[in-house]
């Protein structure tokens, strides 16, 4: 059974860091991409980042560029999160994802995505 396991969500206070990460075990695809999106209370999911885990070619919403960094260890099918300099409205349930049909026209599609982990919760305080 394919499943993605995420870790290192908690409470952190603004302006601190977190790490998130995610492993996919039995990953079913060649080649293909894993990221993350983050569903606010009382909002839809929103497409944060996403790493291509053969190429490492990375994209980012614009609201995170510059302040998260995706990596990738494509040894353990498992990227890695690091969110830096967070705020408030950052807050959210963080859920890893992977595809492998995921283009860089459809990256921020969450209909794209073939596995989801159960979701991480992440809170700044202010």
């Known amino acids: 059974q394919v499943q993605l396991v995420e870790s290192g969500g908690g409470l952190v206070q603004a302006g601190g860091s977190l790490r998130l990460s995610c492993t996919l075990s039995r990953p079913t695809f060649s080649n293909y991409a894993m990221g993350w999106f983050r569903q606010a209370p009382g909002k839809e999911r929103g497409f944060v980042t996403t790493i291509s885990m053969s190429f490492g070619s990375a994209y980012y919403a614009d609201s995170v560029k510059g302040r998260f960094t995706i990596s990738r260890d494509s040894a353990k099918n498992t990227v890695y999160l690091h969110m830096n300099s967070l705020k408030p409205e950052k807050t959210g349930v963080y859920y890893c994802?992977?595809?492998?049909?995921?283009?860089?026209?459809?990256?921020?599609?969450?209909?794209?995505?073939?596995?989801w982990g159960q979701g991480t919760q992440v809170t700044v305080s202010s």
């Open positions: 994802a992977a595809g492998g049909r995921i283009t860089p026209a459809t990256v921020a599609s969450s209909d794209e995505y073939d596995y």
